[in-house]
């Protein structure tokens, strides 16, 4: 039994060497993967910070648009919200409140002309927001994609102003998109351009709104915009049984200073 305890104990010390090496190693590579996975979240962090900081500071308006049904209002007096908008609503809060932010959350026909003026992100095309309506049309000339109608499909299209395309959601047989197109731009708010900035995030359908708002805290996006203050972008998103997945950015545009 003596012989079997001091072979036990030679081993030991002939493996301590190596034992002790590789953990060594292993607490080593341990505290790289979590430096590095740290340096990535707070890289990410700073980007986002950096695009709301102006906005997020000031407590912006973030604004939803309220679908009216003429005379079958009187089961929702209010209005309907899509549910993609209003993933769209939770995804930015997210965002803003990660960051240490707030905004406030309105309906588009009840703004007063006074929070036209103010920081504003913009839920929904303008089809479906009024206010998105009024600041593209007041934009006309600054930004170089708009929204047209597909009278075929009772829906919105993208229109590329600079070369004339119409961008257009694909469709099943049945009539249900299974793509989508969506914009965000940044710019200042035309109605208070020295004091006041605007963000819109609208698709031609709700998945498209929701698929660019998510769009809005992913890193690579954020790192791409990092020289530009205001900007247009155009993202294109799949749709399955009315989700969205697979969200790329087609394009970013500048939007030159005033």
């Given at each position: ?82 549910m993609g ?91 249900y998109p ?60 799949t749709v ?19």
């Amino acid at each position: 039994m003596s012989l079997a305890v001091g072979s036990v104990g030679a081993w030991l010390v002939q493996a301590f060497p190596d034992i002790s090496s590789n953990l060594i190693a292993a607490a080593i590579g341990g505290v790289l993967v979590w430096s590095a996975t740290n340096a990535r979240r707070r890289l990410k962090l700073v980007r986002a910070r950096r695009f709301w900081r102006a906005l997020g500071g000031r407590h912006p308006l973030i604004v939803l648009g309220a679908h009216d049904f003429g005379s079958q209002r009187r089961w929702a007096r209010a209005g309907v919200v899509g549910m993609g908008d209003i993933g769209a609503l939770v995804e930015i809060e997210a965002q803003l409140r990660k960051l240490g932010f707030a905004g406030k959350i309105a309906e588009s026909k009840q703004l007063s002309p006074r929070e036209l003026s103010s920081d504003l992100v913009l839920i929904g095309g303008p089809v479906a927001n009024a206010v998105t309506r009024t600041m593209m049309t007041k934009l006309r000339g600054t930004i170089s994609y708009d929204f047209a109608e597909d009278p075929e499909h009772e829906a919105a299209v993208v229109h590329d102003l600079r070369s004339g395309r119409l961008l257009t959601p694909q469709y099943d047989e049945p009539g249900y998109p299974v793509s989508d197109h969506a914009l965000i731009i940044r710019t200042p708010n035309p109605l208070a351009p020295d004091t006041a900035e605007l963000v819109i995030v609208a698709g031609c359908f709700e998945h498209g709104t929701e698929a660019a708002a998510e769009k809005l805290g992913d890193r690579k996006f954020l790192r791409r915009l990092k020289r530009m203050k205001h900007f247009e972008a155009l993202v294109e998103t799949t749709v399955v049984n009315g989700a969205h997945y697979n969200t790329k950015l087609v394009e970013t545009r500048r939007i030159p200073a005033g």
